[in-house]
């Protein structure tokens, strides 16, 4: 994944703040949307063109008049205004996901794949990157990776995890104001008509993947008519009830289904030339990683992060994020490695090696506590689900159905999710991996049954994360472009062999 100066990109997007104080206003329903301030913000490896602006827009919707917050957004006009048929939303995941971020990843990537046809525009979520933030205020401790993930102690023990829950939903409240009890999943799809209105565009199209699908298809559900082309690329089920505890559950599975790829190439006999393989035999694998977890739990091994050791945990999240793709097979293997020698002294990965920044921290927690009402399930209740979960799913280690800060919220949520259903226009194109670690098929499928005949699945018979011009295959590829340019999707449910 292509990186950049993040903090570059976040002066460009403060400037174009000020910019819009002074040429945007937002005013009651029936005011003029306000205008959109492009300035130049292109960073390396991003497309040379790419532009940032600031939207106003309400820190309530039900008041629209009211207090003005702000989001960011970037644009990549298109190269070919003789080819261009509307705009492309990119859509990032998360929660906590940036979409300015995606679109430099991934702009030139879409320009040459989409030859044209679109202007790409993409925008931080409120709480994202330089749109308005909020803070909990939380401990660094409480906002490594592995805490806020609530990964069980040893042998399953989640007395720790209770406390830290109840710990952070408590800060939440505390600190975390009107901003962050705005935070939620309707609030993001408002925040994108409201663009939609800015950019002067009677209909939109996006790519979507992750959680962005999610967002993509609550969308698509309250402004039916105001979509034109939508691609949903890695799919959680859209369960009402669950959301976000469902799509952690599924983690579960998830892992278990894309584990055998790692395995697979982990023992194969190519590793041996550059000292990455770790089996023999691909059955093998997965019982060398879980007594590896295990010895860490008991011993964590101090890593080259001064303060920071590798426990058992840490192994375990570092393999839940290179599952994601193959190209974070080796490094994930080299720390196993280390871990096998007792003369190393093991590297962290970046994201396990320091504690999440508070405001990154606050919407990740805030949009999954805010969507929806989780259940006050007692603590013996959330123990005996970890105990089942660890002993089906050894490689989670009960992570996916432990407590949560949601559980301990002090704030209900404003209004329950939109079912999404099969009852608005047909122009939703599901792209798929069938071993996905964070958004299994069969979650994908239980969207797939949500939306009925406005969509059409393919189904790539590859393992990762995010499949469209990065994880997954030329048919794929190829399916997506296909109908993001001509309009064409199959004509059933479709598959693309590796």
């Known amino acids: 994944m292509t990186t950049y100066p993040k903090k570059a990109l976040l002066l460009a997007l403060a400037a174009a703040t000020v910019a819009a104080g002074l ?7 029936g005011a003029a949307v306000p205008k959109l301030d492009w300035k130049p913000c292109a960073q390396p490896g991003g497309p040379a063109a790419q532009e940032c602006a600031v939207l106003p827009v309400p820190l309530d919707h039900a008041d629209p008049g009211g207090r003005q917050i702000h ?3 970037s644009r990549v006009l298109s190269d070919r205004p003789s080819a261009r048929r509307g705009t492309l939303l990119v859509i990032p995941g998360g929660p906590g996901g940036s979409g300015v971020q995606r679109l430099t990843q991934k702009g030139a990537a879409l320009q040459r794949e989409l030859a044209g046809a679109y202007d790409l525009v993409a925008f931080d979520p409120r709480g994202v990157g330089a749109s308005t933030t909020a803070s909990c205020g939380l401990a660094p401790e409480d906002r490594y990776l592995t805490s806020l993930r609530s990964w069980p102690g040893p ?15 408590e800060a939440c409240d505390r600190n975390g104001g009107p901003e962050l009890r705005s935070f939620t999943t309707a609030n993001q799809v408002r925040d994108m008509d409201r663009l939609r209105e800015a950019l002067g565009e009677r209909r939109l199209s996006a790519w979507a993947t992750s959680y962005g699908t999610y967002v993509a298809a609550e969308y698509a559900q309250k402004y039916p008519r105001r979509t034109d082309r939508w691609v949903l690329d890695s799919s959680g089920d859209p369960d009402p009830a669950r959301v976000a505890r469902g799509w952690l559950a599924n983690m579960s599975r998830g892992a278990d289904d894309r584990f055998p790829d790692f395995a697979a190439w982990a023992a194969h006999p190519d590793r041996d030339g550059d000292g990455l393989r770790l089996a023999a035999r691909p059955e093998d694998v997965e019982p060398l990683v879980v007594a590896l977890a295990a010895r860490l739990d008991g011993e964590p091994r101090p890593s080259t992060t001064p303060g920071v050791p590798l426990t ?23 720390l196993v490695k280390a871990v096998q020698d007792p003369a190393a002294t093991p590297a962290l990965p970046p994201e396990l090696a320091r504690p999440i920044r508070d405001e990154d921290a606050a919407v990740m927690v805030g949009v999954i506590c805010n969507d929806v009402a989780w259940p006050g ?3 013996d209740a959330y123990r005996a689900a970890v105990a089942q979960d660890r002993a089906r799913y050894p490689l989670t280690a009960g992570m996916p159905v432990n407590v949560l800060p949601c559980s301990f919220w002090k704030t209900a949520p404003a209004q329950a999710p939109a079912p999404i259903t099969d009852d608005v226009p047909s122009d939703v194109l599901m792209l798929q991996s069938r071993r996905d670690p964070a958004t299994p098929l069969s979650g994908a499928l239980k969207m797939r049954e949500a939306l009925g005949d406005r969509a059409r699945m393919v189904t790539v018979e590859r393992g990762g994360h995010g499949l469209y011009l990065g994880n997954g295959n030329a048919c794929g590829d190829r399916a997506v472009t296909t109908y993001l340019t001509t309009g064409r999707r199959p004509a059933r449910d479709t598959y693309c062999a590796n």
Do not use: H, M
Not at 23 to 29: F, R
Not at 155 to 169: F, H, M, Q, Y
Not at 313 to 334: I, K, V
């Open 23 to 29: 040429t945007a206003t937002a005013g009651p329903a």
């Open 71 to 73: 989001v960011a957004v």
């Open 155 to 169: 042998d399953g023990e989640i007395t720790e995890n209770v406390e830290r829950s109840r710990r952070i939903a």
């Open 312 to 334: 058992g945990n840490g192994l375990r999240q570092a393999l839940q994020n290179a599952l994601y793709a193959d190209a974070a097979f080796p490094s994930f293997a080299r």
């Open 377 to 379: 399930t007692s603590t």
